[in-house]
């Protein structure tokens, strides 16, 4: 079995450096991290998990609970989280809620008891109403894409999503756009809703319960009934927003469905800018949210507080998105 004085001896180096490297918990040069890296890849060392938790009292594992792993905006996190945890050496824990609150809590409960050293929490829906859990856990805590209503008792980094919201709005009203359908996953995307609205309220137009038609989840096949039905209803509406891209996607082959044109008929934005929505037909137009940059600056906080850095203080960081024109949309006929 290769040791650790192994790797010290072919990376030049002691064997406490060769320890700060793989614990990450000291500074150490880049060069000097670059040798030992080599060194470790070069022998195929693997840690002693068992003995430096037993000797040190940590886990070097990160937990992260999120909704799902099935919508591509969690899949971007989970990598991303990863990644930045593999960097300094942790390992990642993952826990899913599936839109089940008592498995949310079951899921905190044991995350929380030692098994990780720190704990990331994304998205808000499964778990807002157990911030005292989250904050008497014992263990670091960060939260990411929280959506209603962010704490300012827990370090928050999270998207402006009513301003998603807005930027959708905004861009289809400076298309001219003033027949509004929208499709959105409700109570959880109400903010990016709210959104919406005050983009066209700008203008003195209203955006009518009516037209906010509600999704009983996030997929292509929800934004698909549910934007076919309205149509079928009477509804005439010259763009539609919906609340993820994935509903967009659906809400697009309803449209076509109905034998109507995307953009020609009826624009269509959405919300993620996910990898499927630059390569729909036509190409989605959609409000990109800063997924990756907020999964970093998540990780990095938590990071700090484990490695010597001090906690990280609560309080709220909001990340801008942004709109990404492609052809799902135009200016009104």
Known sequence: MVTMRDVAVRAGVTKQTVSNVVR??????EGTRARVEAAIAELGYTPNL????????????????????????????VEEVEAQLERRGYHLLMATTRGDEKRARRHLSSLSS?????????DDFDLSEDLRLLGECGLPVVLCAWEIDPPDTLPVV???????GYLAGRHLRD??????????????HRVRVQGVR????EDGLGV?????????????????????????????????????????????ASVRRYGLRVPEDISVVGIDDIPQAAHAHPPLTTVALPKRRMAQEATALLLRTLTGGGPA?????????????????????
């Open 24 to 29: 990450g918990r000291v500074v150490v040069s």
């Open 50 to 77: 068992i003995a430096r938790s037993l000797a040190t009292g940590t886990t070097m594992t990160v937990g992260l609970i999120v909704p799902t792993v099935g919508n591509p905006f969690y899949s971007e996190v």
């Open 114 to 122: 030692r098994s990780v050293d720190a704990l990331l929490v994304a």
């Open 158 to 164: 999270t998207i402006d999503y009513e301003r998603a």
């Open 175 to 188: 298309l001219g756009h003033q027949r509004l359908l929208t499709v959105a996953d409700l109570p959880a």
């Open 198 to 201: 005050r983009a066209f309220a």
């Open 208 to 252: 009518p319960d009516t037209s906010v038609l509600a999704a009983p989840g996030t997929t292509p096949e929800d934004g698909y009934e549910v934007t076919l039905a309205a149509l079928r209803a009477g509804a005439r509406p010259t763009a539609v927003v919906a609340s993820t891209d994935a509903l967009a996607l659906g809400v697009m």
């Open 313 to 333: 203080p609560p309080g709220v960081t909001l990340l801008d998105p942004g709109v990404q024109v492609r052809a799902s949309s135009a200016p009104v006929r």
